[in-house]
């Protein structure tokens, strides 16, 4: 059973700007895999980078809307790599990113829409975090838009 | 400044422009003094114009309901009923101006998401399981960007024909 966390708070010291976090993508965030032709690898958008509703936040215990994220090391750290975040997800993809391009990220229009990051362990996946805006819950589309563009693909969804 | 569509309005291209079934959005004067050429689009509403990809994002909504609550493996829910009709009144009603087909997606709350990216320009129309629909609208190389409510949107006919253009 998760532990529900009462506050969210950027946790810099277990999550260096340094560490990746994963998160997976399915076709259908990104338009369809017919959407793309044979051999072309999907394109990362805003869709991909939304939070949880509040209702589905506060029923998993969490303080309010935010996005679920692998925290690449402690998933290293239980002696996993990244492909262990798809293993019951056949077919989806894993995008990247970097913490520090989250809590310095900036809209297309330069102004900064920090994110923090906090570890919110599950008993499945132990790595589990979360991503939450600390100016606008839920993160505004913009917003979503400056995360896909920092972010890349670690597995990529590619139209076989 | 802005006005809402009405079906008396009469446009300046004539009979041959096609427009709306509602006022649901906005259109603003200043299109029509705007330097750039955009396609007639307007308010006769017996002349429907119907896009040639309408039917194509029809089938690619009807495969979208029937994923599942969960599909998104974060808990997402399936299409919700309400979050259909916005999208389909905006590509019938604005989709003289509309240059290619839309990328459909759902939304983690079981809604829509509509983009263009023309590479100039990205537009994103997000309807929501209540109805209600939203716009972002990013201008790639100044960084110019706007957010809030399609109905208050009075640029979505230029920002809607810029976004769709073909590269």
């Not at chain 1, 894993?94 to 990051?117: H, N, T, V, Y």
């Not at chain 2, 029809?58 to 919700?80: F, H, K, M, T, V």
């Not at chain 2, 916005?86 to 590509?91: N, T």
């Amino acid at each position: 059973m998760t532990e529900a966390a009462a506050a969210f708070e950027d946790d810099a010291e277990r999550i260096p700007d340094s560490a990746i976090l994963y998160r997976r993508v399915d076709w259908d965030k990104i338009g369809g895999r017919d959407k793309y032709p044979p051999g072309a690898t999907g394109t990362l958008n805003g869709n991909c980078f939304t939070d949880y509703p509040e209702w589905r936040a506060l029923e998993m215990g969490l303080p309010g809307p935010c996005m679920s994220v692998g925290v690449a090391p402690i998933l290293t750290g239980h002696g996993h790599g990244p492909e262990k975040m798809l293993e019951d997800w056949e077919g989806y993809g894993l995008a990247w990113i970097r913490a520090g391009d989250l809590r310095m990220l900036e809209r297309a229009d330069k102004s900064p829409c920090p994110q923090g990051i906090m570890l919110f362990p599950t008993a499945d996946e132990p790595w589990h975090g979360v991503v939450f805006d600390h100016a606008e819950r839920p993160r505004k589309g913009a917003v979503c838009k400056a995360i896909a563009r920092v972010a890349g693909w670690e597995i990529a969804l590619v139209n076989e | 400044m802005a006005e809402r569509w009405t079906s008396t309005e009469t446009s300046v291209a004539g009979r041959e422009r096609t427009g709306p079934h509602n006022v649901q959005f906005r259109r603003s004067s200043a299109v029509a003094t705007s330097h750039e050429v955009l396609p007639a689009s307007g308010s006769a509403r017996d002349v429907a114009f119907v896009p040639p990809w309408l039917p194509d994002v029809a089938r690619r909504i009807i495969e979208l309901s029937r994923r599942r609550d969960g599909w998104d493996s974060y808990g997402a829910r399936g299409l919700q009923e309400g979050a259909v009709e916005p999208v389909i009144r905006l590509l019938v009603d604005l989709g003289s101006v509309i240059q290619s087909p839309p990328s459909v997606s759902l939304t983690v709350d079981g809604g829509l998401v509509c983009e263009w990216n023309s590479g100039g320009a990205s537009l994103e129309f997000t309807s929501s399981p209540t109805g209600e629909s939203r716009i972002y609208y990013c201008e790639e190389l100044s960084g110019r960007e706007w957010e809030g409510p399609a109905a208050e949107s009075v640029w979505l006919e230029k920002w809607l024909w810029k976004a769709s253009s073909v590269v």
